[in-house]
């Protein structure tokens, strides 16, 4: 396909509702996503997604709208994972496996009954950017506006119930409101997510954005932010690969804009590495003054230690010491001191 | 300083604390008035973090009662007077936050839903910063610090929201001596404040000084209250421990909860 085909094709009006359903997604799902790896609960969106399957079937059972059928289900599935998560107090892992497997199968078998089989699902498993309608792509900005006000608004409730929940609960905040919220608004996310990336994909664009950004930033507030940028952009631009290649092969958007997320991640993450090797290099040594045992001098030193030396010089104290082949170097007159 | 006659700040009357349906804290009282330094002292297990964890909500009372400032702890709104350091290990989360925003939650007691940080918040926690010497750490990620210097930044935590009353979980557990010290000056800052301090320690280390109450807890009740010990007095000889002590020992299974416990019913 030609670029001005491919222009052509982005000017369509069904494109540029799935466009539109894209960014939206793309900067909701991440921004809900950050407190979810926060929490430690990077695959929670991957079970929401699973039981969510299930509340699809039942709209195309039932002939009712699958978007809500399958907010209502994802919002069920959420808070009876958040219950477990919360009160069980081992093993909590297995009881999720089950509720995922459970909707996963629950929704493949409603689907049969209802007569549809595999391919109605596929639209919802993987997402489908020409059957968005224009109705609903009202419904997922306003699902989306909805997710982003809540999440960025309440970030510094939100931040402090996941970071640390019983300081949070100290401090008088309601904890478990709190964590149903964030699970709520994880359901919403998926079943926006859903036309776009699709339910068994959804996860993906909610947590490789979040590890993505974290590769490079140091506080809560700019991975977040860096996160919805980067899902605004994977989602986008995986839409526009999709669209690209649709002239030659049948592509759903969800595993393009998926594996795009994570080219951005495999791009970022050796870079990650090679930073905190350096800060972690460079964290200055501890001054312990009296109580470290006394200086010793190097007997001979064959260079002189500066910056174009090529030893890493580290903050030790009031003075900086050369680390040199396993030994710390501090210069101390004419010659070296071991420190 | 000991203060006899000041007025109470916590008032815990026989409080009993059940984990798992096991009694853990039976029948235990304790009066700290205001300006107090306090330390619950005693062996692993004994029961001082329990009793800090219920004279702050965490864990429910099966009997007996507390007051925080005259208010019962249920009705107690004024969460802003009370500062909690939790046991370390949660300073760090999944995702990167830096020392600033972390001693930034600790602001939450005082703002209300949807309010920006106002000038206020933002000299609190510049001033929490610089009473536990982070300041020029601020910008750093949590995960990149020494254990002490996370211990720090909870402290800070508790200090961004102005309380009055500060409960400190073993504050020192794990922390090498030039942070325990930066530790001790912190407190002995907040002391000098005016604030009243409970703080539970296995040892005191270079807190000692800064005690004028020590409180001994010994197999789920209190065993001595008084002025601070020497550190034989409390525990001649101890090992060592790493992780919180385990007073229900359990057997899980995926819907399984606390007190759904079968082992309960046959006690």
């Known amino acids: 396909m030609s670029i001005a085909e491919l222009l052509d094709l982005l000017g369509r009006d069904f494109m540029q509702r799935a466009l539109l359903a894209a960014l939206l997604t793309g900067l909701a799902a991440p921004a809900i996503g950050t407190f979810i790896v926060q929490r430690r609960l990077a695959l929670m969106g991957d079970g929401i997604g699973h039981v969510a399957v299930t509340g699809v079937a039942l709209g195309l059972l039932t002939g009712a709208s699958p978007t809500w059928t399958a907010v209502v289900v994802a919002i069920l599935g959420a808070v009876l994972i958040e219950v477990i998560r919360e009160r069980g107090h081992t093993n909590g892992d297995v009881a999720l496996a089950l509720l995922f497997y459970g909707g996963l199968a629950g929704g493949v078998l409603i689907t049969g009954l209802a007569g549809d089989g595999a391919a109605g699902l596929q639209v919802y498993l993987f997402g489908s950017v020409t059957s968005i309608s224009p109705s609903e792509v009202w419904y997922t900005a306003g699902l989306a506006l909805v997710v982003l006000t809540l999440t960025l608004g309440l970030l510094p409730q939100l931040f402090a119930v996941a970071s640390d929940p019983e300081f949070a609960r100290v401090a008088g905040l309601r904890v478990r409101a709190y964590n149903l919220l964030v699970a709520v608004l994880a359901a919403v996310s998926v079943t926006v997510a859903m036309r776009t990336v699709g339910l068994l994909l959804v996860s993906a664009l909610m947590v490789v954005p979040v590890a993505t950004s974290q590769q490079l930033a140091r ?106 082949g396993g030994h710390r170097h501090a210069a101390h007159g004419e010659h070296y001191d071991e420190h | 300083m000991l203060n006899p006659t000041g007025s109470p700040v916590v008032e815990a009357r026989d409080v009993t604390v059940a984990l798992g349906g096991r009694p853990v804290l039976r029948g235990n009282d304790l009066v700290v008035r205001a300006g107090e330094f306090v330390a ?56 990167p936050a830096s020392v600033r925003e972390v001693v930034a939650s600790g602001r939450i007691t005082r703002r209300s839903i949807l309010r920006p940080a106002g000038k206020a918040d933002r000299a609190a926690i510049d001033d929490a910063l610089e009473v536990v010497g982070l300041t020029d750490m601020a910008g750093d990620g949590v995960s990149t610090l020494s254990g002490g210097q996370q211990q720090r930044v909870l402290i800070a935590r508790a200090l961004a929201g102005e309380p009055e009353l500060f409960f400190l979980d073993e504050p020192t557990a794990g922390v090498d001596l030039p942070n325990q010290r930066a530790l001790a000056g912190a407190l002995r800052t907040l002391s000098e404040r005016g604030a009243t301090i409970v703080l539970v320690a296995h040892e005191l280390g270079p807190l000692e000084p800064l005690v004028d109450r020590a409180v001994v807890m010994r197999d789920g009740r209190i065993a001595y209250d008084g002025p601070p010990l020497a550190h034989e007095d409390v525990h001649a000889h101890h090992h060592p421990f790493a992780g919180p002590h385990d007073h229900v020992p359990h057997v899980g299974s995926p819907f399984d909860t606390m007190s759904l416990d079968p082992r309960e019913d046959r006690r």
């Open chain 1, 219 to 324: 506080s809560f507030r700019s991975t977040l932010l860096w996160a919805m940028a980067l899902g605004g952009v994977a989602a986008i631009g995986g839409l526009v690969v999709a669209a690209w290649l649709s002239a030659r092969a049948t592509v759903a958007p969800g595993p393009s804009i998926v594996l795009l997320a994570l080219t951005m991640f495999a791009a970022t993450w050796p870079v990650g590495v090679w930073v905190r090797r350096r800060r972690r290099i460079a964290e200055p040594f501890p001054a312990l003054g009296a109580d470290a045992p006394g200086p010793h001098e190097v007997e001979e030193h064959p260079h002189e230690h500066g910056e174009a030396c090529g030893h890493p010089a580290v903050q030790h104290g009031d003075h900086v010491d050369y680390v040199h």
């Open chain 2, 40 to 95: 619950l002292m005693g062996a692993n297990g004994s029961g001082k973090s329990t009793l800090v964890r219920a004279l702050t909500g965490l864990r429910p009372l099966i009997q007996g009662s507390v007051h925080l400032f005259g208010t019962p702890l249920a009705e107690f709104k004024e969460r802003h007077r009370i500062g909690y350091v939790p046991q370390r290990g949660t300073a760090a989360g999944g995702v």
